[in-house]
Each structure stands twice: as structure tokens, then as C-alpha cells.
């Protein structure tokens, strides 16, 4: 199959894996990351496109979290002035009890779940590679349940006798969770020199 002269990337950030691991990596302890100056420079880097910039998260209930409610809400606000694609999922809460060493129940304690990110942007990987609105999908994260979707991109290239590359964008450094992008994906690591020249110089954090 030809690879095309002009490659059309399309990122696609799991907002809180990639938060998480660049905190265990670099010590930031907060989302402070510009998607779009992240995926210009990723694409710069490899000679792509910058096709679109996507973005998933769960985000907290208002009355449970107000701070990082507000937090996200002007983030969103942000970010789809700049022409990304916001995908937003409420966190779901499990309630469960709290046995004391006493034996005794304590309050319930209540457990965020993210529920749906990863299906989501696999579906919207995979619905784009189908429709031919990407070359390379770029996703940020390291989320191993995604190492299914690099195999259908992989079977829709195949079958369709088109170039296509799927790539995991990660963060490096001595102190990083795991140095293993998705399986079955190319991996593109960031240092920290890399990955600190493009943070968003804004502050979206509420006054507590």
C-alpha cells in the first residue's frame, strides 16, 4: 500500500491517564498540558498534519466536587475556543463500607469511577480510520485496554489496502508509573524538556 505524501493526524487524549502519569513522571499536580501545543509539536516531530485534537475525560458531580467541577468546566470552555473536541463522562460513585479495626462500620465512603473514556475514544478511533478522516491516529495515553483498537486499525489497513499507523504519546522519565506505551501501537516518548514546553500558561484552578 502507498504511503500517503501528506499525513493526516488526528489526537485523541485520555485527559486523566496522561494528567496521571505526567504527575508520576515530571511532578506536575495538575492538568497543566496544552492538548493542541502537545499535538503540534508531536506532529512537527514526525512530519504529520495536525488533522483535529480530541479530548476525554470524566469529570466530577458539582455538588460532590465543586473545585474540580469549576475546574473543568472553564478547561472545557478553553479548549473548544481553540477548536477541540471536548468528550465529557460524569463519574460514577459507589458507595461502599468501611470496616474499622474494631469491627464497626464506619460512614459510607464514596468511590470515583471513570466509566466509558476508553470505549469512546476507541469507537471514534476506529469510526475515523473507517470514514478515511485519518492517516494516524495519535493517542495520548497508556491505557493497555486499548491495545485492541490498534488491531482493528490495523485489520481496517489490511482490508482496505490503506497506509494507516495508530501511535501511543507517553510520558518518560526515571520516575514514570510505566515506560510501555499501548501494545501493539508505535510509541512516541516525552521528556520532560519535550512535554514542559507545552503547557498552557493559564491557570483554570478555582480560588479555593
Known amino acids: 500500500m502507498d504511503e500517503p505524501a501528506v499525513k493526516r493526524a488526528v489526537s485523541f487524549y485520555d485527559g486523566q491517564n496522561l494528567f496521571r502519569n505526567a504527575q508520576a513522571a515530571f511532578g506536575h499536580y495538575h492538568p497543566n498540558y496544552d492538548p493542541r501545543k502537545l499535538s503540534d509539536a508531536v506532529c512537527r516531530e514526525n ?3 495536525n488533522y483535529g485534537v480530541r479530548f476525554y475525560t470524566g469529570i466530577p458531580d458539582a455538588t460532590r466536587d465543586p473545585w474540580w467541577y469549576g475546574y473543568w468546566q472553564r478547561r472545557f470552555l478553553a479548549m473548544r475556543r481553540s477548536g ?3 468528550t465529557a463522562r460524569r463519574l460514577r460513585y459507589q458507595i461502599e463500607n468501611e470496616i474499622l479495626p474494631d469491627g464497626t462500620n464506619r460512614e459510607k465512603v464514596v468511590v470515583r469511577q471513570e466509566k466509558g473514556i476508553d470505549l469512546r475514544i476507541g469507537l471514534d478511533v476506529v469510526r475515523m480510520a473507517r470514514l478515511g478522516q485519518l492517516d494516524v491516529a495519535v493517542i495520548f495515553s497508556q491505557d493497555q485496554d486499548l491495545a485492541e483498537v490498534a488491531q482493528e ?3 481496517i489497513s489490511r ?6 499507523k495508530i501511535v501511543s504519546a507517553f510520558p518518560v522519565s526515571p520516575s514514570a508509573r510505566t515506560r510501555r506505551g499501548i501494545n501493539n501501537t508505535d510509541w512516541f516518548r516525552m521528556d520532560q524538556t519535550f512535554y514542559d514546553v507545552c503547557l498552557d500558561p493559564r491557570d483554570y484552578r478555582p480560588r479555593r
Request: charged content about 25%; hydrophobic content about 40%.
Open 47 to 49: 512530519g504529520w498534519q
Open 84 to 86: 477541540i473536541t471536548v
Open 153 to 155: 486499525i490495523r485489520e
Open 159 to 164: 482490508s482496505e489496502g490503506r497506509w494507516l
